[in-house]
């Protein structure tokens, strides 16, 4: 992926990795851009026009394609599913005999004939109400939206490639009414105003294939904000169906957060512009469902519930988008050839999904406390979730076959364990560096070794990445490699922990509203439709103090009704909760209402935790204090 899916039961994230393609023969008689439109103003049916015109073909044969896999996605999307009416027409317009060779494929005989392909495109979001997350359907940030109040326009799923051409140059032509307001990083070439001034078509370029599907766009009713933090112009785009969000609101919090990534990178080489793209659904049985975000190289799409209170969206937004951003450092600067010739029709995958998504992840949490946004004990207890996380998924697999084979069984469904063991992994790389260097060196230093050494544009061989990262540092991480990564021994988290003067220990630990020791407090009877709490909800301390019972079906969150249907979204923001909001919660208890109206206090549990030792030396203090602020 990335996918980053963000449920309230679990939390997972993919990966986007930086492409280009290896030398292929050109087909065409003359070397120009393949010149594509989309066209937003004349919609059949929910349904987007696009025209492919490629330029004359000296082959015989031709195939054109749109993904099957997408980078970041790591799981088959299939966007040839979503077109209808293909297409090809010769030079005198008429229609070429086409064989669909598969979902995302069609092979054109006679392409020297060839002058243009038509055809028209579904959206996903819609589909989803259908299908539901997980069941066919694009992850939602990685999807397109097709609206007359907006657009969301993933281009991997509107635009295809043919196979020879993907070094080609293309050239965009988007045409929509003239009151849209377009958002896109692309290169702007040329702007057209209809005579009647109802439309502009809005000319894009992009240097190959891999631009257009590393540059999502949004159109419509949105609004945007842009601001610098140091040397790199953020564009924040967003699309509030209904007002309640805005990019203005939530443009301090992005600022904040991206001036701590910037410190916290140092002089890593960074991006001069990035671009975050925030739908924000309804909640309605055709918006999407799929919350979370995708990254691309500079960019990320997010999708949240347009009803998360703001200091939720807010907080969201620091941990997913950041998660984001530091892909700038893996695999934009630093990935293998997998990536970089990124094949979206019979793609291989790196060993390292270890690094791309857990290191990622890894520093997504570690910044928040290395630049003072959150206390240590709230670091502490991100990383027990993850430990808790890691051993309800296979903990005794091998992370390089894994990521290897992660289309295939039984290695897709350990997926999200990147999130999880994979920043876990990052941790304790982190932790043996600090230790080997006397505090001077950690994964950072690394990452930023290893961006120097390859860049963007030349990419590492998978087989030789460990050999050559425990030539660079020490040969405790080969050790480490052998035993936890590349085999298949749980780790002893403690060990590491130990170094630093912290133990895994029982006691008292502060816990969530929803979700405690990385299992949800309520379940779901689908026959009758309803939310109620487990046992689990007399040992947190909130809820017991409320006098929450087991079985209580919840009724109502803050008056909105509570069902199967909208109880990803609610139970969402109940996870997202802080003390100090009010809240009124409606229960049934055996037939019997009961209200609970109050203000959210800290709420606690017994279970394990990260605690000091009682006999941590000063020397193991001072690597503590290495680690986590640097």
Known sequence: MNKRILAVFFTGMLLAGCSSTKGTKNDLAVNS????????????????????????????????????????TYSVSDFGKYIDDFKALDYQGNEMTVNK?????????????????????????????????GKDTPFSPSGTNIDPNNYVLNLHGFIGYFDSLKNNQYKLDITAPADFVRSSALQTVDTKTSEDGKYITTSYYAPRYFDITDNPMMYGDLDVEEFQVGDIKIVLSVYSPNKIHSAKSLKETVFTMMEA????????????????????????EDSPKGFGALEHHTSTVVVFPESMPADALASSMIDVVSHEFFHIVTPLSVHSEDIHYFDYNNPTFSKHLWMYEGVTEYFATLFQVDRGLVEESEF???????????????DAMSFTIMSENVLKDPYKDQYLNVYQKGALIGMCIDILMREESNGHRGILSLMKELSNKYGKNKPFEDDKLIDEIVAMTYPSLGEFFNTHVIGDIPIDYNKFFEKVGLEIGEGKVETNYILMNGAPIVSGDPQKGTIFFTDKVLENSF????????????????????????ANTLLQQVFSWKPGKDIEVKLDRNGEEVVIKTTTTKTYTIGNG?????????????????????
Do not use: C, H
């Open 33 to 72: 851009p393949i010149e594509t439109s989309i066209n937003l103003v004349d919609i059949d049916e929910d349904r987007v026009p696009v025209t492919i015109n490629p330029g004359r073909f000296t082959a015989p044969t031709v195939t054109y394609r749109l993904p099957k896999v997408i980078q970041g």
């Open 543 to 566: 809820w017991e103090e409320q006098g929450a019972q087991p079985n209580d079906v919840i009724k109502t969150i803050d008056g909105t009704d509570l069902t199967m249907v909208n």
């Open 101 to 133: 060779i598969d979902t995302n494929s069609w092979t054109i005989s006679n392409a020297k004939e060839l002058d243009k392909i038509i055809y028209l495109v579904n959206d996903t979001y819609d589909i989803e109400k259908a299908g539901g997350i």
């Open 261 to 284: 990534q910037k410190a916290y990178l140092g002089d890593i080489n960074a991006t001069p512009r990035y671009d975050i793209y925030l739908y924000l659904s309804e909640g309605k």
């Open 610 to 630: 990260i605690m000091e030792k009682a006999d941590a030396t000063d020397a193991q203090k001072a690597l503590r204090e290495a680690w986590l602020r640097g």
């Open 380 to 394: 502490y207890n991100k990383i027990m979730e993850k430990i808790g996380g890691s051993k309800r998924m296979n």
